[in-house]
């Protein structure tokens, strides 16, 4: 989810009113708020929630890289994986 979250930012900027994209955050941020993960994990995600508001490549990619910091040890090699192209993409922008 949040792979997904951070490439969307992309095009959520342009293609999405503020309203839609506010409602957006925060129902990521309610969903990120109901699981049961670490905290680290949960404070991570809310900050990449916060950078997809200004949607700035960079921004999103810092901070879905501390997503995989704080979560690489709950996450399988696919899903480390999915996070570091992720990233890679952002960053490349």
Do not use: Y
């Amino acid at each position: 989810m949040a792979a997904r979250l951070a490439l969307n930012a992309r095009c959520a900027a342009a293609e999405l009113n503020k309203r839609a994209h506010t409602d957006r955050t925060h129902s990521a941020r309610s969903w990120f708020a109901s699981l049961a993960i670490p905290p680290a994990v949960r404070t991570a995600c809310m900050r990449l929630i916060d950078a997809t508001v200004a949607a700035d490549a960079l921004e999103v990619g810092a901070a879905l890289a501390a997503v995989l910091s704080a979560a690489r040890r709950q996450l399988d090699s696919a899903g480390v994986d999915e996070l570091d192209r992720a990233i890679a993409s952002l960053r490349a922008e």
